[in-house]
Nanobody, 122 residues
Framework: QVQLVESGGGLVQAGGSLRLSCAASGRTFSNYAMGWFRQAPGEEREFVTAIRWSGGSTYYADSVKGRFTISRDNAKNTMYLQMNSLKPEDTAVYYC???????????????WGQGTQVTVSS
């Protein structure tokens, strides 16, 4: 089992920045690809970004390319999401996830965090 805990969400004005963190415990963190997903009210959960276990390859949804950056520190068992130039449409609950990269890219995962709210005001 892998336990995931997100932090860093909050309220920010449009154009601002936030950094989310996902702390992992349990099975070896570095064995897993990691990803971020988000779910807005009334919407389905959607893929945001993912990173391979080595950190060597990253993947982004078109809607966040150039604005969001995913990274991980395997020594700290932590993944990050730097979000810049935030827009009101980025408002959602953000979830971190762990699993195989092929699974994450299909918006599926073996393990999920509880989510952290990000609200972007206009």
């Amino acid at each position: 089992q892998v336990q995931l805990v997100e932090s860093g969400g909050g309220l920010v004005q449009a154009g601002g920045s936030l950094r989310l963190s996902c702390a992992a415990s349990g099975r070896t963190f570095s064995n897993y690809a990691m990803g971020w997903f988000r779910q807005a009210p009334g919407e389905e959960r959607e893929f945001v970004t993912a990173i391979r276990w080595s950190g060597g390859s990253t993947y982004y949804a078109d809607s966040v390319k150039g604005r969001f950056t995913i990274s991980r520190d395997n020594a700290k068992n932590t993944m990050y999401l730097q979000m810049n130039s935030l827009k009101p449409e980025d408002t959602a609950v953000y979830y971190c996830a762990a699993g195989r990269i092929a699974t994450l890219l299909k918006s599926e995962s073996d393990y999920w965090g509880q989510g952290t709210q990000v609200t972007v005001s206009s």
